[in-house]
């Protein structure tokens, strides 16, 4: 069934828009009509996505839980026989994403009109990515399309659990370190002025910590549009550091080598890797091809210089492994079992173990950071609010120690 993209007014006299499943304009009109929506215009969404530039016809965003659904239904799908036309009309119809609704609708009208259904996804690059639409027409120039979507939910669900994982293991910390943050804030700039009051009244020479903590306290309450402006100033010459080529470089070259994190970013990469490469290859994608999308998919800079410099001697003639390994970014177990995969014609498989391999080690690594960061935070926050308090009462304890 058509899905019309329409804009029209509602009963209360807001402009909306949204879309509408219906066999015809004149059915679409009619149940709008029925809603009491006053339509101003309505167009079948593939006509509206070309007159306004695909992918922008519609706002929002198609995330990658949204799209490892996808796959998953659409593998289903086509696993049980069903033809891939009647497929997608069965994942428009049941898609709670508009944006997703809307890019599906076209996608269905392109291979109604002949298109494949690499070339379809490919006029979506914002929901569908070279991964994605690479693996999709090799797929087709196979006839495994249903094997190909499926190792494409393995990959999708996989890559999300990988991030979820990464993303729990920072967040703790970087939690702590706000909430301390404000608890400091809120310490400098309103329990201690009041102290300070009751201390202007005492006769005698206030401890030197307690002395730091009031002048502190005094710096952030009368000079704080001048910090803030400090603040301001650094933000924004970090992230033109960041943004510049030299800085990024350092900056994930430092964020490979980092104490605690360094290690687990290079898991993470070297699993991302592994997995995205031996997806690519089982799926029949060509192994220049798949290097450049491997060097899209990571996200590191420096690691992806060293997958340019693969490709650059894969062109050449020469393996994977050693440029892997002259570059020192790369475990040496990596590198070996890359080596031994390509002599013995099994590279897809050793890429397999790779990543299964570091998606264990990325797991445990987690595990370990989050049980050394969680005492070790709150340990750091208890000693500094600690010494705050401590400074702060350092005056009444030597008050009652001298009577």
Not at 29 to 37: G, H, M, P
């Amino acid at each position: 069934m058509p899905v019309f993209a329409y804009k029209g007014v509602s009963a209360q006299g807001k402009n909306i828009k949204g879309v509408i499943d219906a066999g015809s304009v004149s059915e679409a009109r009619s149940r709008l009509k029925a809603d009491r929506i006053f339509v101003t215009e309505i167009q079948e969404s593939s006509k509206a996505a070309a007159a306004s530039g695909a992918n922008r016809s519609i706002k929002g965003k198609v995330s990658a839980q949204d799209l490892a659904l996808l796959t998953q239904q659409l593998s289903t799908l086509m696993g049980s026989g069903i033809p891939l036309v009647d497929s997608l009309s069965a994942l428009i119809e049941q898609a709670e994403n508009v944006r997703l609704k809307e890019t599906l609708s076209d996608v269905r009208s392109r291979v109604n009109e002949g298109s494949s259904l690499g070339d379809a996804f490919s006029k979506h690059p914002k929901v569908f990515n070279n991964l994605y639409i690479n693996m999709i027409r090799a797929g087709e120039a196979s006839g495994t399309l249903d094997q190909v979507l499926d190792k494409l939910t393995f990959f999708t669900e996989n890559q999300n659990k990988l991030q979820g994982k990464v993303v729990s293991a920072m967040a703790y910390p970087i939690f702590m370190v706000f909430a301390g943050l404000i608890a400091m804030v809120i310490i400098f700039t309103v329990v201690i002025p009041k102290l300070t009051s009751l201390y202007a009244d005492m006769d005698q020479v206030l401890p030197l910590p307690t002395r730091i903590i009031i002048a502190v306290s005094d710096g952030l309450i009368g000079y704080w549009y001048l910090i803030a402006i400090a603040l301001f100033v650094l933000v924004m010459g970090f992230r033109a550091f960041a943004k510049s080529k030299s800085g990024q470089w350092k900056l994930h070259q430092y964020m490979l080598t980092m104490p605690l994190f360094g290690n687990l970013f290079r898991m993470v990469a070297v699993a991302r890797f592994s997995s995205t490469l031996a997806t690519l290859l089982s799926s029949g994608v060509p192994i220049l091809t798949s290097m450049d999308i491997v060097k899209k998919v990571l996200d590191n800079v420096v690691l992806k210089e060293v997958i340019e410099k693969v490709r650059n001697n894969l062109s050449e003639g020469d393996s994977i492994s050693e440029p892997l390994r002259r570059s020192n970014q790369f475990p040496p177990l990596v590198t070996h079992m890359i080596s031994v995969g390509e002599k013995s014609g099994e590279l897809e498989s050793m890429l397999y173990k790779i990543a299964e391999n570091y998606d264990n080690q990325v797991e445990n690594k987690i595990t370990t950071l989050t049980s050394l960061l969680e005492p070790l935070m709150i340990l750091i926050m208890a000693g500094v609010i600690g010494f705050i308090v401590f400074s702060v009462m350092l005056p009444l304890i030597n008050m009652n120690n001298a009577f």
